[in-house]
T-cell receptor, first 110, second 114 residues
Framework: GDSVTQMEGPVTLSEEAFLTINCTYT??????LFWYVQYPGEGLQLLLK?????DKGSNKGFEATYRKETTSFHLEKGSVQVSDSAVYFC?????????FGKGTRLHILP | DVKVTQSSRYLVKRTGEKVFLECVQD?????MFWYRQDPGLGLRLIYF???????EKGDIPEGYSVSREKKERFSLILESASTNQTSMYLC?????????????FGPGTRLTVL
């Protein structure tokens, strides 16, 4: 069945460092891909999405490109801030349901 | 501002109690979902609903039931709570009509069963 695999955390970086969180997926066809973020004490919220191959989603300085050939959707940010500390979930949409990865906890140190 | 609200942020119940978790959305969404979130396991889908009075089992429905009597409200029921149902419960909703629809999440209910 469809699945999402993302790098395990926690990931700890210093402020202004470059961030990459790897995500790969297994799916039939061409699902839409998402990154959700969960800040402490809150529910999940959509960070960015891409609906077809080679699409780039971007928001709040984060970017991810839908790579069909490598079945990947890696999340990147050029310069992280303390306020980016959160749990990040990679996900794909299939038939109005969303399949989530297990999440990657990110800690940013000042 | 669009909203998904959940009836409680924190709940403590005893083993064997019947527990109701309520979720309300104000976006006129067709689809609603219940997940539980556990460390190391991510989000797992319990039940979902595509329309009023409709329900579908997700990946882990055992020990749970749901009710959707009105479009905006989706309730999760633990018929007889057990300690292994201690978890964070998240409700979400989305509009129908295709795979590009994002889900909007409530803030979660942290349930502890003693």
């Amino acid at each position: 069945g469809d699945s999402v695999t993302q790098m395990e955390g926690p990931v700890t970086l210093s402020e202004e460092a470059f961030l990459t969180i790897n995500c790969t997926y297994t799916a039939t066809g061409y699902p839409s891909l998402f990154w959700y973020v969960q800040y402490p004490g809150e529910g999940l919220q959509l960070l960015l999405k891409a609906t077809k191959a080679d699409d780039k989603g971007s928001n709040k300085g984060f970017e991810a490109t839908y790579r069909k050939e490598t079945t990947s959707f890696h999340l990147e940010k050029g310069s992280v801030q303390v306020s980016d500390s959160a749990v990040y979930f990679c996900a794909l949409n299939r038939d109005d349901k969303i399949i989530f990865g297990k999440g990657t906890r990110l800690h940013i140190l000042p | 501002d669009v909203k998904v609200t959940q009836s409680s942020r924190y709940l403590v119940k005893r083993t064997g109690e019947k527990v109701f978790l309520e979720c309300v959305q104000d976006m006129d969404h067709e689809n609603m979902f219940w997940y539980r979130q556990d460390p190391g396991l991510g989000l797992r889908l319990i039940y979902f609903s595509y329309d009023v009075k409709m329900k579908e089992k997700g990946d882990i429905p055992e020990g749970y039931s749901v009710s959707r009597e009105k479009k905006e409200r989706f309730s999760l029921i633990l018929e007889s709570a057990s300690t292994n149902q201690t978890s964070m419960y998240l409700c979400a909703s989305s509009s129908g009509g295709g795979p590009n629809r994002e889900q909007f999440f409530g803030p979660g209910t942290r349930l502890t069963v003693l």
